[in-house]
């Protein structure tokens, strides 16, 4: 195996849902979104119809790469902590655990104090459902559920 | 780094497009765009200069169907090919699941493939990744052109372990899926592994 696997299953999936349902109501805000290092959309809550997640999932990712990179170079370990201001939507990303990225929308109805409070409590909660998620797919017995697919199953998928 | 989403039932899987300035990494991607159904795909996101050179990355997202119940997607990114954005080029190799080195088949572009393929060896083993390893097929580009090298010139230069490699004509879609649907198979043949 050369990569490890990001592996999300619904029990963690409901808790991490209900966290980010929470924070949107606590932070007054649009949209909350989680998204993993790698552009990978894991959760998102509020007004999603009206935002391209995937975009965002993917621009976010790039987003925090860059910024490590820059923090890399200042030997700076990360920067946790991102904040864009707009004229009408403001944007609050989060490094947590420095495994998964939290994004916060919000406009004018809340504040980047309020966000940045129920953000930090959030993370806290955030990064112990993925501490026990790792743990989970780490466990020996964890199989993937593709080792039964055969070479029919990804030929039939091209055949169009 | 592949992404299992049981509660989604989805499998989302990274594929690079590497390979020197200006060989169509970008082309490739607008035409995979253009060529599909509305349904399978997101929008492509292209973060590039004033003069459309691309400066971070590409990005489309797609939908290939579902084997055994899970939905698969696939997160196509291109990276920038001019030598200076190296630092760029290093951050969209991280997790990937497959990369697709796209050559410039004329003449003169020779030193920039090899440069390319180096660089992308190098910057992958930073990363604890092999080339060899990993699901890698080669696309040699613009074989429309009067002046390209031949076939076996290339493979002798780019190809040497013998993946999967194809001709092609990014601007006309020649070779475009076939170079697609050859990396998703080696990578959900590797998900199947237990990658």
């Known amino acids: ?160 | 780094m592949s992404f299992i989403n049981y509660m989604a039932r989805e499998i989302n899987c990274k594929l690079v497009y590497y390979g020197p300035g200006l060989c169509g990494k970008t082309t490739n991607l607008q035409y995979i765009y253009e060529r599909t159904n509305p349904e399978a795909k997101g929008k492509m996101i292209s973060l590039a200069t004033e003069t459309e050179r691309t400066l971070f990355f590409d990005f489309l997202p797609l939908s290939l169907g579902e084997i055994r119940g899970f939905k698969t997607r696939f997160h196509l990114y291109t990276v920038p090919g001019q030598v200076f954005y190296d630092a760029s080029r290093k951050l969209i190799l991280k997790g990937v699941d497959g990369v697709i080195f796209v050559a410039d088949s004329q003449i003169e572009r020779t030193e920039a493939n090899l440069e390319s393929i180096e660089n992308l060896r190098t910057n992958l083993a930073e990363q604890g990744y092999s080339l060899d390893k990993l699901p890698f097929v080669v696309q040699y580009n613009k074989r429309d052109l009067p002046n390209v090298a031949s076939m076996e010139e290339l493979r002798e230069m780019l190809n040497p372990t013998n993946v999967p490699d194809f001709e092609a004509v990014a601007r006309t879609g020649v070779g475009v899926f076939d170079t697609l649907k050859a990396v998703a198979k080696l990578v959900l043949t590797e998900l199947k592994k237990g990658g």
């Open chain 1, 1 to 160: 195996m050369i990569n490890p696997q990001m592996v999300m299953y619904e029990e963690e999936f409901n808790q991490i849902q209900a966290v980010v349902d929470r924070l949107v109501r606590d932070a007054n805000a649009k949209v909350v979104f989680i998204v993993d290092k790698n552009g990978q959309l894991i959760a998102a809550s509020g007004d999603i119809d009206n935002v391209d997640t995937t975009s965002l999932a993917s621009l976010t990712a790039g987003n925090i790469a860059a910024t490590g990179g820059m923090a890399k170079l200042l030997k700076e370990n990360e920067f946790a902590t991102q904040f864009h201001e707009g004229e009408k939507a403001n944007i609050h990303i989060q490094l947590v655990g420095n495994r998964v990225i939290l994004v916060v929308i919000f406009d004018s109805r809340s504040s980047l104090g309020l966000v940045r409070l129920r953000v930090k409590k959030a993370s806290e909660e955030l990064n112990h459902i993925f501490e026990s998620l790792l743990k989970k797919v780490q466990e020996p017995g964890a199989d993937s559920p593709f080792a039964e697919i055969t070479d029919e199953d990804i030929d039939n998928l091209f055949n169009d």
